[in-house]
């Protein structure tokens, strides 16, 4: 059975395109392959809100499925006892636990002009950290810590993303391309002005 994949990050983090990532590892949608091809399209851009109630049913109702569920900490937590009812669950977690990767993340928000409640230091010091920790979904989501890899916005907004693709590899059992991947991350990094 594969598992239903949860990609879960601080808003202005990039989480769409690690979402968008991991379908393309999957083979799951060639649409995304287009998302990094067309000039006048923001490469991170998809479709549709973040994580809706149909999308954990559908995972729920066809369990042999390919699904990778995204958003933030609230939409997860919006749907805590569905998403505890899926035994095989496995969960991307975008952190910034770090100085720098808060320092990072807030000048890619103050880029991008996101709302005053992101640029609030206390915001990211404080609760965003605490929000995007793995054991909150271990303990919230009953998530065994194996099945949880962390990622840091210093490691993720970076132009040498190997350390992160061993890691994902290894977590959704795939062989990557690593070479395919960089130029999809590159082409992000370069529409995002990063």
Not at 60 to 80: A, K, Q, W
Request: net charge negative; aromatic share 10%; glycine share 4%.
């Amino acid at each position: 059975m594969t598992p239903v994949i949860f990609v879960v990050f601080p808003p202005g983090s990039g989480g769409n395109h690690l979402r968008n990532m991991i379908v393309s590892l999957l083979g799951k949608d060639r649409e995304i392959d287009l998302l990094y091809t067309k000039k006048n399209m923001r490469v991170h851009a998809k479709t549709g809100p973040n994580l809706q109630l149909e999308n954990i049913q559908n995972a729920i109702d066809h369990p042999d499925g390919v699904h990778v569920l995204h958003g933030h900490f609230g939409e997860i937590m919006s749907y805590r006892d569905q998403i505890r009812s899926i035994t095989n669950k496995k969960f991307v977690v975008l952190s910034l636990n770090t100085a720098d990767d808060r320092k990072l993340l807030n000048q890619r928000c103050r880029h991008l002009n996101y709302p005053h409640a992101f640029l609030d230091e206390n915001y990211f010091n404080f609760e965003q950290v605490f929000l995007y920790e793995s054991f909150m979904y271990h303990l919230y989501f009953q998530v065994p810590m194996e099945h949880i890899i962390s990622i840091s916005i210093t490691e993720w907004l970076a132009r040498d993303i190997d350390t992160v693709l061993d890691r994902l590899s290894w977590l959704l059992c795939v062989n990557i391309n690593k070479t395919d991947i960089a130029r999809m991350h590159c082409l992000w990094l370069e529409d995002n002005n990063l």
